[in-house]
């Protein structure tokens, strides 16, 4: 089975992005790794989700957030790949950031969505080391952004 199989197994079409114009790049390859830049929980240029959690956002909706987050680095690496997912052969890492109220301890609960859905499409291949930190706020008043870094063929 093919990632491209797993991406469709599991419902996802994959965003078309445009490179923006930014004083960083949305993702790096160097020396066989690819590492994409944080990724908010956007569709067709807005932000779904607005808020930080658990107070704006409940856990459940930041966990879709964090799918969501995924779904583009997922967009950013076929790009990064032209167009060729598989030559990923690990995933390195993923760093979660989830904008807290007050109080609330329980960023992993959020991020581990992220890291299901990224195990779910890449398999074994999928398994990660991982950050999931609460932070006082995130670009666009989001709840929610991962990065990730992959390995990839040589």
Same mark, same amino acid.
């Given at each position: 089975?093919?990632?491209?199989? %797993?991406?469709?197994?599991a419902?996802?079409?994959?965003?078309?992005?445009?490179?923006?114009?930014?004083?960083? %790049? !949305?993702?790096?390859?160097?020396?066989?790794q690819?590492?994409?830049?944080?990724?908010?929980?956007?569709r067709?240029?807005?932000?779904?989700?607005?808020?930080k959690?658990?107070?704006?956002?409940s856990?459940s909706?930041?966990?879709?957030?964090? %799918?969501?987050c995924?779904?583009?680095?997922l967009?950013?690496?076929?790009?990064?790949?032209d167009?060729d997912?598989?030559?990923?052969? *690990?995933?390195? *890492?993923?760093? /979660?950031?989830v904008?807290?109220?007050?109080?609330?301890?329980?960023? !992993?609960?959020?991020i581990?969505?992220?890291?299901?859905?990224?195990t779910?499409?890449?398999?074994? %291949? /999928?398994?990660h080391?991982?950050?999931a930190?609460?932070?006082?706020?995130? !670009?666009?008043?989001? !709840?929610?952004?991962?990065?990730?870094?992959?390995?990839?063929?040589?």
């Amino acid at each position: 089975m093919t990632i491209y199989d %797993r991406v469709r197994e599991a419902g996802i079409t994959l965003p078309t992005l445009a490179i923006p114009a930014a004083a960083f %790049r !949305p993702y790096v390859v160097y020396d066989n790794q690819l590492i994409v830049s944080g990724q908010l929980p956007v569709r067709d240029g807005k932000t779904l989700f607005s808020g930080k959690v658990p107070d704006a956002v409940s856990v459940s909706d930041a966990q879709t957030a964090a %799918r969501l987050c995924v779904i583009n680095i997922l967009a950013w690496a076929h790009h990064a790949t032209d167009g060729d997912l598989n030559r990923i052969r *690990r995933v390195l *890492r993923l760093g /979660g950031f989830v904008a807290t109220s007050e109080g609330f301890a329980d960023a !992993p609960a959020v991020i581990n969505a992220a890291s299901e859905l990224t195990t779910q499409i890449f398999g074994e %291949r /999928g398994s990660h080391a991982r950050i999931a930190i609460g932070v006082a706020s995130l !670009p666009f008043n989001a !709840p929610v952004e991962v990065e990730a870094t992959f390995a990839l063929e040589g």
